[in-house]
């Protein structure tokens, strides 16, 4: 969830399918070019899931002689991690799209594909932290400074999408997207036991083992384990408008 940082820029909901969008830029004119992007790979992903219906139902890493390349970018990202394609599906589609937004001219591309995001920014933005109904979701966040960064949640209690853990947030920052939302699965498939601390430990070590994962958060009974280069940890007020850095408050 985008919480501040984004004053001035123009802004732009999208759905097509299973795909939920924000975008956000600097230049009105890429918002079209974003949208145009997820609407051709979005329709070129499903002609492909269409001829090879297996690739959606795959829960491991697979190897692709063939296909588009939003279906091979998520080849990629899902090897890194061990998972199935449709792990990274939300976040490369969120790279491409800001790619496509770069290519015509924005200084400021950002698209939050279902909570998984690809940031290029010329400033500072904030993003919280999304875990239900807990205490800490929506109350502590991000604020990401280095870009460009793919930044995903996962979560085996509170999202649509399926995990095999109990975690209330995994949270990946990697430098993709794609990466991101496929590493944050693989971990959050891990985080499951009662011997908290051990199992939050274990799960940023593997997070950490994956190519392009920069850090690691995870939330789990309360528990939080950090690893890795993690932006400024900040406090989020309840409205998710406002943001303060860890250090000033």
């Given amino acids: 969830m985008i919480s501040s940082g ?6 732009l909901e999208y759905q097509q399918g299973e795909s939920q969008c924000n975008i956000l830029t600097d230049k009105p004119e890429t918002l079209e070019a974003a949208v145009t992007a997820i609407k051709r790979h979005r329709a070129e992903l499903d002609e492909h899931i269409r001829r090879a219906p297996l690739f959606r139902m795959a829960l491991d890493s697979i190897s692709l002689d063939d296909g588009p390349e939003v279906a091979r970018l998520m080849v990629e990202a899902s090897r890194r991690a061990g998972v199935g394609p449709m792990a ?25 594909n279902g909570g998984e995001a690809y940031f290029v920014s010329d400033r500072p933005i904030d993003v919280a932290v999304k875990a239900g109904e807990t205490p800490l979701s929506k109350r502590v966040g991000f604020r990401l400074e280095e870009f460009p960064v793919g930044v995903a949640t996962s979560s085996g209690l509170f999202s649509h999408a399926l995990s095999f853990g109990e975690a209330e947030a995994v949270t990946v920052f990697a430098e993709n997207a794609g990466i ?21 430990e274990e799960a940023v070590e593997l997070g950490l083992t994956i190519e392009g994962v920069r850090g690691v958060f995870i939330l789990y009974k309360g528990h939080i384990g950090i690893g890795g280069e993690i932006p400024t940890i900040i406090g989020v007020n309840p409205d998710g408008t406002e943001c303060l850095p860890e250090e000033a408050r």
């Fill in 180 to 200: 991101a939302d496929a590493a944050a699965t693989a971990v959050a498939n891990t985080v499951k036991d009662d011997d908290v601390e051990r199992v939050v």
């Fill in 6 to 11: 984004t004053e001035g820029l123009h802004r």
């Fill in 88 to 112: 990274a599906v939300a976040g490369v589609l969120a790279d491409l799209a800001v790619e496509e937004m770069i290519g015509a001219g924005a200084r400021v591309a950002v698209v939050e």
